[in-house]
């Protein structure tokens, strides 16, 4: 395996769903490549900096705006419905 | 190497009964799952827009057109996954309108492989988060994500921020599965190069950043 036939397989290896085999000659080849393991190691905490940050908050004033907003639609859109039936 | 641990994202046992009881017209059923979900489209219709105003409309147009069409939700899949489809869909005509000079499709394959291939490596700092404020964490890590074409960026986010599965970011998106594998391959090779510059390891004694 070489680093190239190793990155074809970085995502499956990160998420978990690899068979024993392929994972097995991934790990082989990572003890030896460096620059494989920072990469795996860069990518993952990538990850995991992506997941663990909120970036985007939906503030609780506008999030019950916005409820409103869509209940009151869909109240308007049955009522137009029931009167076209 | 550990995996990183995927999100459990099963829905809650009652989310059937309530999709039922919204179809047959129970409103206070259907504001449960705006509930439910409303963050979490918001998020998605954010990453995709880059435009807060535009997230807005995509969070009530998204739930209004779920509502309208929740008869032909098919119950074999989630409702989280049939009403992110279509907040993606909503996010995306949104973005079309707002850049009509660049054509925004989920079907692009952008550049080559060339872009993906590791460039920059260097281990990162122990906690890297921590050598930032909170404040400019987000702004770097915002401004990072901003950088990849829309077809990577709603992958990744889907994947990996929200937590839907291979099959699931597939089906909301209609992609095959090796396309939905390739550009998250891809968009965390291309985040990950981008994020070495701010959070690599600097050895050179002055200081933390």
Same mark, same amino acid.
């Given at each position: ?68 907003a869509i209940?009151?639609k ?12 | ?40 489209v918001?998020?998605?219709a ?8 535009d997230a807005e409309d995509v969070v009530q147009d998204a739930f209004m057109k779920a509502?309208g ?8 899949? *989630? ?5 992110? =489809?279509i907040a993606?869909n909503e996010a +995306?005509m949104k973005?079309?309108? /707002? $850049? ?80 939905? *594998? ?5 968009? =965390? ?5 981008? +994020?070495?510059?701010?959070?690599? /390891? $600097? ?7």
């Amino acid at each position: 395996m070489n680093c190239s036939d190793f990155l074809k397989e970085l995502t499956d290896y990160l998420d978990g769903v690899i068979d024993a085999d392929t994972k097995a000659e991934l790990d082989e080849h990572l003890a030896w490549c460096h620059n494989c393991y920072v990469v795996c190691n860069t990518t993952k905490q990538t990850i995991e900096i992506y997941r663990g940050t909120e970036l985007y908050e939906l503030p609780d004033d506008l999030r019950s705006r916005l409820r409103s907003a869509i209940l009151k639609k869909c109240e308007t859109s049955k009522v137009a419905k029931k009167n076209e039936a | 190497m550990a995996t990183i641990q995927t999100k459990v994202n099963e829905p809650p046992s009652d989310e059937l009964e309530l999709v039922r009881a919204a179809k047959g017209g129970d409103i206070g059923a259907f504001e449960e799952l705006v509930r439910r979900y409303d963050r979490n489209v918001f998020r998605i219709a954010q990453h995709i827009t880059q435009n807060r105003e535009d997230a807005e409309d995509v969070v009530q147009d998204a739930f209004m057109k779920a509502y309208g069409n929740l008869t032909q939700f098919q119950e074999q899949s *989630k409702f989280y996954t049939w009403l992110v =489809r279509i907040a993606v869909n909503e996010a +995306l005509m949104k973005l079309r309108r /707002r $850049r009509p000079e660049r054509t925004v499709s989920l079907d692009e394959d952008v550049k080559t492989e060339e872009d993906s291939i590791p460039r920059e490596i260097a281990d990162w700092s122990p906690n890297p988060e921590q050598q930032y404020t909170q404040a400019e964490l987000k702004q770097i890590l915002t401004k990072t994500i901003n950088g990849l074409p829309p077809s990577f960026r709603t992958v990744f986010v889907l994947r990996d921020v929200e937590g839907l599965s291979t099959e699931e970011t597939a089906d909301a998106l209609n992609l095959s599965i090796p396309a939905v *594998k390739s550009r998250l391959l891809r968009a =965390r090779l291309q985040l990950r190069e981008r +994020l070495t510059k701010y959070f690599k /390891r $600097r050895d050179n004694g002055d200081g933390n950043k």
